[in-house]
């Protein structure tokens, strides 16, 4: 993992047959042309992307467990730990907003993101102990148990679970849940409605899109997935916004490596101390079915908007008092002339 100084290294070795789709080559005269691939070409690359698929299958179990029932009671304690954190009741790195994205963490945190000092997979750090909430008695009782008794993870093995809510078209980009931070498998379970895991995939914005992914795997409500081997560290994985049409949460079951470093409580990031204190916000609009076919507008755009608003205020301004003048002068034409048919010094009325 060290060896990666950007997230981008990263995905890019993991995902090699995409740079194998875009060959380049020179012509004596030094220009360049794309290479068209022949039919033996695009089998070629076919093979090796089932080839890779079938590991990625190979590596991952599901398994349905929890009843339409069991799903609903769980889904009203998630709508309650929603219902908490928009009170502030959270200490404040348990949640994590982003747009058409919770994250309650639980158990233990971690940085990830916008918030690392340095960029790049392995930069990632746990929060220091009790930067966050313990896991909910809910979570246990009603899945950790119930995972426990079909033997899907062992006792006590989950001390970190996480709770991610979308909203229609919200999504989370390709990655590998850090390596040096947590052990194999990763447990999850899908509540409220079916959605889909992908792998393999590339992450493009402005507008956002998302390229084809070496494998799709649907994800039933009540169903259980259980990632390891090559799945798990040996190709990213994400969630597309085209795959989130209703509402859809997951609880993420992990236990993080005792040798996992930590964030130093003496020296937290710039990012994370600027950042402002949570507030109890929560849109209570009705979700648009369509919202997951559309672009989204991202907070660098919002960003962008926001820093380009004075200037044109500045420009409306200017443009507004000119207008005031030219009214002024219309109404009184010979304002402008002195008594001695000396022009007069024209004044510019500012609007306060």
């Not at 494998?215 to 039933?220: E, G, I």
């Not at 609880?251 to 507030?279: F, G, M, Q, Y």
Request: glycine share 4%; aromatic share 6%; with cysteine.
């Amino acid at each position: 993992m060290s060896g990666f100084t950007d997230l981008r290294e990263k995905l890019k070795s993991m995902t090699p047959h995409r740079d194998n789709s875009k060959k380049v080559f020179s012509h004596s005269n030094g220009e360049k042309r794309k290479y068209r691939w022949s039919d033996d070409d695009e089998s070629d690359y076919e093979e090796r992307r089932d080839a890779e698929a079938r590991k990625v299958k190979s590596s991952i179990k599901q398994a349905s467990i929890f009843t339409s029932e069991e799903c609903a009671r769980i889904e009203a304690k998630i709508d309650e730990v929603v219902a908490k954190a928009d009170k502030g009741l959270y200490r404040e790195h348990t949640v994590d907003r982003a747009p058409l994205r919770n994250k309650y963490f639980f158990g233990e945190g971690y940085t990830y993101g916008s918030q690392l000092e340095k960029r790049g997979p392995g930069q990632e750090r746990l929060y220091s102990k009790g930067e966050v909430d313990e896991i909910p008695d809910w979570v246990h009782e009603m899945v950790i148990d119930k995972l426990i008794a079909n033997g899907v993870i062992p006792e006590g093995f989950v001390n970190s679970a996480v709770i991610n809510d979308y909203q229609p078209g919200g999504c989370i980009v390709s990655h590998v849940d850090p390596i040096h931070i947590f052990e194999r498998p990763i447990v999850s379970v899908s509540f409220f409605s079916d959605s889909a895991l992908c792998f393999g995939c590339k992450f493009h914005f402005k507008p956002i899109r998302v390229s084809e992914p070496v494998l799709h795997l649907p994800v039933r409500r009540g169903s259980v997935t259980v990632l390891s081997g090559y799945a798990a560290d040996e190709i990213t994985h994400c969630i597309r916004p085209q795959d989130i049409k209703e509402r859809r949460a997951v609880i993420i079951l992990r236990k993080t490596r005792p040798d996992a470093p930590r964030v130093d409580s003496n020296s937290l990031s710039t990012s994370l101390e600027k950042r402002h204190i949570l507030k109890a916000r929560r849109s209570h609009r009705k979700a648009d079915p369509d919202a997951a076919h559309r672009p989204r507008v991202l907070e660098m755009d919002k960003e962008l908007q926001r820093r380009s608003l004075p200037s044109r205020q500045r420009r409306h301004s200017d443009a507004s008092s000119e207008n005031s003048l030219r009214r002024v002068e219309e109404r009184e034409p010979s304002s402008r002339y002195t008594h001695d048919h000396t022009p007069a010094r024209r004044v510019k009325m500012r609007r306060h």
